[in-house]
């Protein structure tokens, strides 16, 4: 599972967009800051509002991210036809994608659509607007690695702690981005799927990691919700071990028990 990279998300900036969404929306239901509008009715909306208002919960008690103090709308489409009809109109080019995170001048916008993977893409889309909420200023790596970690909900990732075997395998060969490497991408087309299975990889050691990293996360995360950070994270790591990613990849061979 860890290996297998789920899909490609967007997050599309579209800062001079303000049209609003136009569609038939059959139903509406909120819990501060989320809102739901669907094209359909949807069966559980109080568990997915429940749900996202726990992700904010754990990414602020984990991470220190503060609290949306703006709405995010959650668009629900029927089925992927509904969807992409609706992408091809208002976002031509991304219609081939699960879901969208959309930042436009308005309110963050989440879209997605019925199925057996709406739960995992509306918490990794919304994990990109509460984190979008708290900072402007997160790397691209660190950005998809949190909302690939947050996607899964507490009890799948604790049942995902049996994570593939390969990795610490898949860590050491030659193609394994290093965090040098993710540093360095800032176009979202130019990360592929290695990076993606790196950035998750990160992300997790950041957050379930050794207690010095877990903390150089928060402090990050913090100076990057008032200004600019001004070392980055490998920086920050490199300070506890000079060699990161041979410390990494040692947690990853034998994790510390929690
Ligand atoms: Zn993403």
């Not at 001079?16 to 359909?40: C, N």
């Not at 992927?80 to 959309?102: H, K, N, W």
């Not at 879209?111 to 509460?130: M, P, V």
Request: one cysteine or more; proline letters at 6%.
């Amino acid at each position: 599972m860890w290996l297998a990279a789920r899909y490609f998300c967007y997050a599309l900036l579209l800062l001079g967009w303000a049209s609003r969404v136009q569609a038939v929306w059959v139903e509406e239901h909120s819990r501060f800051p989320f809102v739901i509008r669907a094209d359909y009715r949807v069966e559980n909306p109080s568990t997915i509002l429940a749900e996202l208002s726990e992700l904010q919960t754990e990414l602020t008690d984990k991470l220190g991210v503060q609290a949306a103090t703006e709405w995010i709308e959650l668009y629900l489409f029927r089925d992927q036809r509904s969807f992409q009809d609706y992408v091809s109109r208002q976002f031509p080019g991304f219609e081939s994608r699960r879901a969208l995170f959309i930042q436009g001048r308005g309110p963050a916008m989440v879209l997605a659509y019925r199925g057996e993977n709406l739960g995992t893409d509306l918490r990794h889309e919304t994990t990109h607007a509460l984190l979008r909420a708290h900072t402007a200023r997160l790397p691209l790596w660190l950005d998809e690695g949190l909302a690939e970690y947050f996607e899964l909900s507490p009890e799948q990732r604790e049942a995902d702690k049996q994570h593939d075997p390969k990795l610490p395998a898949a860590m050491r060969k030659p193609e394994w981005p290093s965090l040098t490497k993710l540093e360095r991408e800032t176009d979202v087309k130019q990360f592929d799927q290695r990076d993606y299975v790196a950035a998750r990889t990160w992300a997790r050691y950041l957050i379930d990691g050794p207690s010095d990293v877990q903390i150089q996360l928060r402090a990050y995360l913090a100076e990057a919700a008032d200004r600019e950070p001004e070392r980055t994270l490998r920086d920050r790591l490199s300070e506890l071990e000079p060699d990161v990613e041979r410390t990494m990849r040692a947690y990853w061979q034998n994790p510390a028990p929690e």
